[in-house]
């Protein structure tokens, strides 16, 4: 297959990096009516409103007339799904963001998103785990309000509205969750921002959604050491894990967590090793669980020991927390004097919103974590085990790997993403930021690689001595009766091929540029597959949502065209979906890495050319009969996707049979060592890498 007909990895499909200049940029004025179709031409707006939640929608129709609505000058653009179904089922016409933030959208916020961070890691007042972690919790906060400001921004330039119109702006000072959550609503202050420094009229509406509003307390952190129970307990149960540990002759594991299929991992090496997890709560557990883990111990069952039972030093936690403070209001000092010009973005002034976060929720999380550090402290000086494993590298977990650094723990980190070389600056910019808290964070000694793509990652960043090839450890397996039953259950029939498409919805808790989606991408992204699958016979879809997502089936096929072919699951495991699909359908995802493992064609579906998650063939060339057969296949164009996704079908058996196809996506047998290896080889002298 000629390399001209491939679709390289990367950000806007090409190798030259971050464009010049972008190309000129023509708004699409449309209107989108409720079912998802083109309403009508603006002609003349006069009133533009932004809303965000569902209360700010009820809201903004309890106070406006229908026909006031109705009339052809108003304008409104809800942020998010949730608030776009309200004004769905009440038949009002509104935009969606996508006319407002387009590719080059995504790169001007992730470039100005960078030169933030990299600013504040310039701070040199702060400890360097803590302000590292800073800068990862605060990263996402930043996104959302780039995101919000070039949406508002762009649709008062390309509108030119006479009102802008906007809900109760709402920052708690005194959260205690370091993501963003319901009570955080910066929109409407922005928006008033906006109308001032372009001086047009503003007015805003309240909502009155009694969880926005209330008075948030502040949970003070709790320094007292544990009750002299748990104390005895803790010496109980350490003498009860060195008790087992000398009768065992394998290693001693301790795994931080037993999330994304760690715990399975441990326990199909059976008997080889003693293994028992973190239990990272803060609140200490009650008695009738710590008498269950001592049982379960003396059974020979894993435990999940809890680290707040281990006596700590709270003089010391509380000094260090004191000049936490100390340091993060310098911080904050700077951010509201010296940089606060710096923090303008389109004329917005950001920094207000930053600073709140970080003096509350963030802050607090980082007390929380230093607590927590001193009880792993206390843990791993006890129970001393030989190799410390990790599926993650942020929080607490990055001070688990700094205790173990200091005291000569080997660590390893084996975490569930997908690992990429990057193929230009603003791939690079993201994969970066990502991988200092997951795959290559400083703390840790070893990082698994479980493809070729991730040991060329770690490559790419200069630390391929940290890497241990050992193959798919987390990653989802396929099985054929699991697939089999699924399908049975959800009444397909035998004959029939599934497309499964999964991706991860970002949410304004967790933005971020290019290399995702907004929701409305998302949401576009299944229109065009259930369209593209009606066109196609005994095929149906099945749209993997997050365990998370807050949508019911019935929501989510409101926003999508009519399919009698159309399943939407939430709580099934991914490996039992996996295990149920023909095809693959992913903008950019580990579940693409996932599929190729089990030899399962995958598309890559990137309507808005902004990125190609790995080196596929290019289905935008070329006629579909020239098309070759390939594991990995790229379509940005919608009227291309059904012939696309036929063409994948067609082929998978083909394809699945080519062992040559996977040569640069999974490792040979002879370049990989099992974990249990490398487990093993870490308590003798290092010679095997």
Not at 530 to 556: G, I
Request: aromatic share 10%; with cysteine.
């Amino acid at each position: 297959m000629p390399y001209g007909s491939k679709k390289q990895s990367g950000a806007f499909g090409d190798q030259g990096g971050f464009f010049e200049k972008p190309p000129p940029w023509t708004p699409r004025k449309t209107f989108y009516s409720p079912s998802g179709g083109l309403f009508k031409a603006i002609s003349m707006i006069k009133q533009l409103v932004f809303l965000e939640f569902e209360d700010e929608a009820e809201a903004y129709l309890s106070v406006c007339q229908e026909d006031k609505i109705a009339s052809g000058s108003t304008c409104i653009i809800p942020l998010s799904l949730p608030a776009q179904l309200i004004l769905k089922n009440n038949n009002i016409p509104y935009q969606n963001t996508l006319a407002y933030f387009d590719k080059h959208a995504h790169a001007r916020a992730m470039e100005q998103s960078e030169k933030w961070i990299t600013l504040l890691e310039s701070f040199t007042g702060m400890d360097e785990l803590l302000l590292g972690e800073t800068c990862f919790c605060i990263r996402p906060v930043i996104n959302y309000l780039l995101w919000v400001s070039e949406i508002i921004v762009q649709a008062w330039e390309t509108l030119q509205p006479g009102v802008l119109m906007g809900p109760q702006g709402r920052v708690p000072v005194n959260e205690t969750n370091l993501k963003l959550t319901p009570q955080h609503r910066p929109l409407g202050f922005m928006i008033q921002d906006l109308a001032s420094k372009k001086g047009i009229k503003y007015q805003c509406f309240n909502n009155h959604n009694r969880e926005a509003e209330q008075e948030l307390t502040f949970s003070a952190f709790s320094f007292s050491s544990p009750s002299i129970f748990l104390r005895v307990f803790a010496r109980v149960l350490a003498g009860l894990i060195k008790t087992k540990k000398k009768r065992k002759h394998g290693p001693f594991v301790c795994i931080t967590a037993d999330g994304y299929g760690m715990g399975s991992a441990m326990k199909q090496m059976g008997d080889e090793i003693f293994y028992l997890s973190l239990d990272t709560e803060v609140k200490s557990p009650p008695i009738r669980r710590l008498l269950k883990l001592i049982y379960q111990l003396f059974q020979g069952a894993a435990i999940r020991v809890p680290v707040s039972a281990f006596k700590y030093d709270g003089r010391e936690v509380i000094q260090k927390i004191s000049e936490l403070d100390q340091s993060l209001e310098k911080l904050l000092a700077k951010i509201e004097g010296e940089w606060r010009p710096r923090f303008e973005y389109k004329s917005l002034d950001l920094a207000p919103y930053i600073v709140w976060q970080l003096r509350s929720g963030i802050r607090y999380h980082l007390g929380e974590m230093l607590r927590l550090q001193a009880g792993v402290r206390s843990l791993l000086k006890k129970i001393k085990p030989d190799i410390v494993i990790s599926p993650f590298s942020s929080g607490i977990f990055s001070a688990v790997g700094e205790e173990c650094e200091k005291m000569s723990i080997p660590t390893v980190l084996i975490t569930h993403g997908s690992h990429l070389p990057p193929r230009n600056r603003l791939e690079e910019i993201e994969q970066r930021r990502l991988t200092r808290n997951l795959m290559l964070a400083p703390h840790y000694q070893y990082t698994a690689a479980q493809t070729p793509w991730a040991e060329q990652h770690a490559a790419y960043f200069g630390q391929q001595e940290r890497t241990l090839n050992t193959g798919p450890v987390l990653f989802a397996r396929t099985n054929p009766l699991s697939g089999d039953l699924l399908r049975s259950n959800l009444g397909i029939p035998k004959d029939a091929s599934v497309v499964v498409y999964a991706v991860a919805q970002r949410k304004r808790s967790s933005v971020r540029f290019l290399v995702y989606e907004t929701e409305d991408e998302y949401l576009q992204d299944m229109i065009d597959l259930v369209n593209a699958v009606n066109q196609m016979e005994n095929v149906y879809l099945v749209l993997k949502l997050h365990p998370s997502s807050e949508f019911s089936e019935a929501d989510m096929r409101s926003f999508l065209p009519d399919s009698d072919r159309l399943l939407v699951l939430h709580r099934e495991p991914f490996d039992q979906v996996l295990s149920a699909s023909d095809v693959l359908v992913s903008y950019g995802s580990t579940t693409i890495e996932e599929a190729i493992l089990n030899r399962i064609p995958v598309i890559q579906y990137d309507r808005w050319d902004h990125y190609c998650h790995l080196d596929a063939f290019d289905c935008n060339k070329g006629n579909p009969g020239d098309w070759g057969v390939d594991a990995v296949y790229y379509v940005s164009h919608a009227e291309r996707l059904t012939r696309v996704l036929k063409h994948a079908l067609d082929h998978a058996k083909e394809a699945a049979e080519n062992d040559k196809l996977y040569k640069k996506h999974v490792f040979k047998p002879d370049q990989v060592h099992p974990l249990l290896y490398y487990i093993k080889s870490l308590r003798r002298p290092r010679t095997f890498l």
